[in-house]
């Protein structure tokens, strides 16, 4: 039976572009009423306004912050029926090349984030018997150089979204993981523009690992999963052949097919690459001191 979003609350984080703002448009048009939450006041504000819906400024690592974006949507409108666990960010580079700090805090705002995030808003989502989805990424199955804190943060959301599903089935809450390729958000464009490594990668790839999908179509199909509250939901939907052959994708097959793409060349290149650019994260990126960008199956944080 369809989850009728119309009159539901539907709170997301790292909304403030990418996909996490097309979702709150899309689930507005749905006549759900949004609350958007991130790191960029001025444009979570005016999305905001566009969408007559709530906003608040909060890190996805600070409890305290996360606790009172719940609690001020919950004032506004009584209650938070879905939460969509999408902010999550993306270091530049290898574990070789560092920094180390890098790395922690990719996996402190993509895995410490979502679980923070769920836990403040868990109360109000088992009262309304309601729904959680977790964006997780392909990247939770199919390992490329130069995104190890990546795909263990999203490996890790998955696999918390299995846990959190299995303990709260009996009390009516549903939980699903997203899992999205490559998604034409800023963080994408900035690695993009930034390393003629990670071009050359992508080009090389198999499909579908290198398909590129726009935040439009990522942000409808994860709306759909919402709708019908699916456990996984793969953007687009021939990921899914990835997720099936996961015994095949993890096991030393892998490890041959990347070398035969060029893996360990691959590696050197990046970390000269990060070292000319004296930066871990995209130039859009709030945690390089730019705007907020979306890491492949994340979004606009």
Known sequence: MRYDLRGRTILITGAARGIGA???????????????????????????ADLDGHWYECDVTDQA????????????????DVVVANAGIA?????????????????EVNLTGVVRTVSAALPQLLAARGHVLIVSSAAAFAAMPGMA??????????????????ENRRRGLTVGTAHPIWIDTDLVRDIRDDLASFRAAQRKLPWPLNTVVSVQR????????????????????????????????????????????????????????????????????????????????????
Request: net charge positive.
């Open 218 to 301: 990522c942000a409808e199909a994860l709306l759909r999963g919402i709708e019908r509250r699916r456990r996984k939901v793969y953007v687009p939907r021939s990921i899914a052949l990835v997720q099936a052959l996961r015994p095949v994708v993890t096991s030393g097959f892998s490890d041959a097919l990347i070398t035969r793409f060029g893996g360990a060349e691959l590696a050197d290149q990046m970390e000269e690459e990060v070292r000319h650019l004296g930066r871990s994260f995209g130039r859009r990126s709030v945690e390089g001191g730019g705007c907020d960008g979306g890491p492949p199956g994340g979004a606009g944080r």
């Open 149 to 166: 804190a990546y795909c263990a943060s999203k490996a890790g959301v998955e696999q918390f979204g299995n846990v959190l599903r299995l």
């Open 22 to 48: 097309e979702l709150a448009r899309a689930a507005a048009a749905r006549g759900a009423r949004v609350a958007v939450v991130g790191l960029e006041p001025v444009l979570l504000r005016q999305l905001a």
């Open 91 to 107: 270091n530049l580079g290898t574990v070789a090349g560092g920094p180390v700090e890098a790395l922690v805090r990719t996996i």
């Open 65 to 80: 912050g996360l606790d009172d974006a719940v609690a001020s949507t919950v004032q506004r409108y009584g209650g938070v």
